[in-house]
């Protein structure tokens, strides 16, 4: 019996220790006061994008909740207010599945806010399905929408300087591919509903957004404006809320003891919005704060080129 104590007491230990230390991952360490800086967060009524929304209104920042859904976002901010001691929180509507509404978001945003300081691309989704401009879902909502976004806001953030991108990807891009003759056909990353096809067109989706942000950078270059993506980690989150629910019930136990909760799974997406000193790696990949390799394919200049070239079309920014 003491033998059997002694390794169940070593295995809980392990287990603990990998948790606090693996799971959880590093913290952002900055220090930074925002007082008087605009925010912009996408998809901050729950999950890792709320986390980072309390954060930065805890700093003091104009926190513009930037979400599609009214009365989940509205409860957010009634939490976000509470909890942060701010009034300087605000939701502004925004369906990235619907590139009238991207247009309508920026519009109102210019019309009626002066500065633009952080601009946080959190809002993901693992569906799948097709937006109202008929364009796959996960291709619309994950990288179109805010690839138009932020080319729509760019110029206020020009003016407002120094100024920050920070577009939340997956390390599931490195399953991903672009191609280019099913966007062309299809409007979309991949074809098929099955779960192997939904997962591919996420990491295809994924992989856009490190594509997006290593053009981006080069398209900044000489500008006051820097841009980062990065992998939160594994986040016990709402993003699978729409995959089976029973799939979901099973899974509940491991995804609390290997996956991050919130507050933990926001860390890098604060690291890469305030950490100091990290202009020089504009369009670097980030993961547990920390800046990381890429495969070749997330940093081919000419699938970037390409690719940001499509979404002109497509978003009409070329037009």
């Known amino acids: 019996m003491y033998t059997f104590l002694l390794v169940v007491g070593l295995v809980v230990g392990i287990a603990y220790i990998y948790h606090s230390v693996v799971v959880k991952g590093k913290r952002c360490k900055s220090k930074a006061k925002l007082r008087g800086k605009t925010v912009i967060v996408t998809g901050s009524n729950t999950g890792i994008g709320k986390m980072t929304a309390l954060d930065l209104a805890r700093r003091g920042a104009r926190v513009i909740l930037a979400c599609r859904s009214k009365q989940r976002a509205e409860a957010a901010l009634a939490d976000i ?61 994950n990288h179109l929408g805010p690839f138009l976004l932020t080319n729509l806001l760019l110029d206020r953030m020009k003016e407002c300087g120094p100024s920050r991108v920070v577009n939340v990807s997956s390390i599931g891009h490195n399953f991903g591919t672009v191609d280019f003759n099913c966007l062309s056909t299809h409007k979309e990353l991949g074809v098929g ?24 950078a080069k398209r900044l270059q000489g500008t006051n404006v820097t841009c980062y993506t990065l992998h939160p980690g594994a986040i016990n989150s709402e993003l699978f809320r729409d ?77």
Not at 193 to 216: M, P, Q, W
Not at 255 to 265: C, P
């Open 243 to 319: 995959v089976s629910k029973v799939f979901m019930i099973l899974m509940k136990p491991f995804l609390m003891f290997f996956f991050k909760d919130t507050v933990a799974g926001s860390q890098t997406t604060l690291h890469c919005a305030l950490q100091e000193g990290l202009e020089p790696l504009s369009g670097c990949y980030f993961s547990n704060c920390t800046v990381r390799s890429l495969y070749a394919k997330a940093r081919d200049n000419a699938v970037a080129k390409k690719l940001w070239e499509v979404s002109e079309n497509l978003s009409g920014l070329s037009s």
């Open 193 to 216: 509903n099955s779960a192997t096809d939904v997962f591919n067109i996420y990491t295809n989706s994924k992989l856009c957004n490190v594509l997006f942000t290593h053009e981006l």
């Open 81 to 141: 207010k509470r909890e942060s001691g701010s009034n300087e929180v605000v939701f502004m509507q925004l369906d990235l599945a619907s590139l009238k509404s991207v247009r309508s978001f920026a519009e109102t945003f210019l019309k009626t806010e002066p500065r633009l300081d952080l601009l946080i691309n959190n809002a993901g989704i693992y569906m799948p399905g097709t937006t109202e401009d008929g364009l796959g879902m996960m291709f619309g909502v």
